[in-house]
């Protein structure tokens, strides 16, 4: 079994930053919700998983449908970065390679489970990539209902994939799709990358927001034993999965949404699951050491001048390692307070309102990209116009550079663009891939 120890396990902290003065009448109230881990992060080799159970498990999922043949670097890049990936798990945790066409095909170990990693198996692993080939088709719902069985052949208690894929889902449907995804949503998490620029970003970038991992595009085949190293390097640093964000509301207090929006903006509104009387969790999936900000919106019932109330407690809930009931690990409170005071009532909480910018900035990016492909030009440039003049107003430069190879900036600070007549396939694909990454706020 694997180690659990508190030197192993973060400890979690909540800090809640907000403006909770009200005027009369007023009802709505906005809090930003910082959770830190710490003290989860582990280095070297030490031992993670064990075959029997406990610790952590990898399933890596390589497309080798007939497209990664074309070119032909993108299946030498893909075996390169698997055995990148393999290279960098840690001894103890258990793993295994699935080759993904329109059937899910176990590569290593091949007997319906997974291996547990040291140099023998990873040795094995490696030279069982010899064997990954193009041909065939594509049906990601088949390889994630594969990774999903062999994650729970163990008692798993961080349970992680890994999927590339270098064209879009042409043999099943999308509902094909959405049924695999919903049946996996919650029993592993999956970080997925679009190698080459024929993939669809939608889709790609579906997965991982329904499984809680990361999505981005490596245009490249080149750089995709990189971008695994660093995926792997960063699964290995989880410390505890299954982590919820419970919150607690009082009688006639309205929840309007919950929402992750840093390091990325991910809409948890509707993945509520009830927990009681008047409580939910929202998922966040796996956490080693790191830090993320969740916005949380309520409305609270009307109140005279001078009241006060607790309009919402947050919590960070974990299950509990000997099976008993989940265990409240961190908690913050959002309050609500009326004031005859205007300064105080009209005055913005900056973390408030830089991710309010930031959550915007994701949604004009991508409605302003919708419009450029459909044709609506005035559109466009109204919407990654806008994009730009908040990416230069909250200081994200990423994206600020993403969509100046999209468009020509005349004046970033009124967000005054024109359109590029023509932009590269992998700038715009990058940009898209890229619209929910945000900056985090200078305290």
Not at 76 to 89: N, Q, S
Not at 219 to 246: C, H, I, S, W, Y
Not at 352 to 360: L, N, R
Request: proline share 4%.
């Amino acid at each position: 079994m694997a180690n659990f120890s508190k030197s192993t396990v973060p400890q979690f902290s909540v800090d809640v930053y907000q403006n909770e003065f009200l005027p009369e009448g007023g009802r709505d109230v906005s809090a930003i919700v910082t959770v830190t881990s710490t003290g989860g992060g582990t280095t070297g080799r030490q031992p993670l998983a064990t075959a029997g159970g406990g610790g952590a498990g990898v399933v890596i999922m390589v497309d080798c449908s007939g497209s990664m043949d074309y070119p032909a670097t993108k299946m030498r890049g893909a075996r390169e970065a698997t055995a990148a990936a393999v290279d960098t798990l840690r001894d103890g945790t258990a793993f295994a390679v699935v080759a993904g066409t329109h059937v899910a095909k176990e590569v290593y170990p091949g007997n319906g489970g997974l291996a547990v990693a040291d140099a023998r198996t990873r040795a094995e692993a490696k030279e069982s990539l010899r064997r990954l080939s193009a041909g065939g088709g594509t049906a990601i719902g088949t390889w994630l209902r594969l990774a999903d069985r062999l994650l729970s052949t163990t008692g798993l208690t961080i349970r992680h994939g890994i999927l590339l894929t270098d064209g879009r889902n042409e043999h099943e449907s999308p509902e094909e799709l959405r049924a695999a995804l919903d049946a996996c949503a919650g029993r592993f998490t999956c970080d997925a990358r679009g190698v080459g620029t024929d993939w669809e970003v939608k889709e790609v970038t579906g997965i991982a927001s329904a499984l809680l991992g990361s999505a981005d595009i490596v245009a490249d085949p080149a750089a995709l034993a990189a971008d695994f190293t660093a995926m792997m390097e960063q699964a290995m640093g989880k410390g505890v999965a299954d982590v919820a964000l419970r919150l607690w509301t009082p009688v006639g207090v309205e929840i309007a949404y919950v929402k992750q929006v840093a390091p990325t903006v991910e809409d948890l509104t509707g993945r509520r699951t009830e927990a009681g009387p008047r409580a939910g969790d929202y998922p966040t999936g796996s956490w080693g050491d790191e830090s993320r900000d969740y916005h949380v919106s309520v409305r609270v019932p009307q109140a005279a001048i001078g009241q006060e109330m607790l309009a919402a407690r947050v919590s960070l809930i974990a299950p509990d390692p000997l099976g008993g009931d989940p265990k409240p690990l961190s908690q913050g409170l959002v309050r609500a307070v009326w004031t005859d005071d205007l300064a105080m009532s009209t005055s913005i909480n900056p973390q408030v309102a830089h991710y309010t910018g930031q959550a915007e900035l994701a949604d004009v990016i991508q409605q302003g990209l919708d419009a450029r492909k459909s044709g609506d030009h005035d559109g466009a440039t109204a919407k990654l116009g806008r994009a730009v003049q908040l990416a230069a107003a909250s200081g994200n430069a990423d994206t600020a550079k993403l969509l100046s190879k999209v468009v020509d900036v005349v004046d970033a600070a009124t967000g005054t663009v024109r359109l590029k007549a023509k932009v590269a396939e992998a700038d715009e694909m990058t940009l898209e891939t890229r619209s929910t990454k945000t900056v985090r706020v200078k305290r």
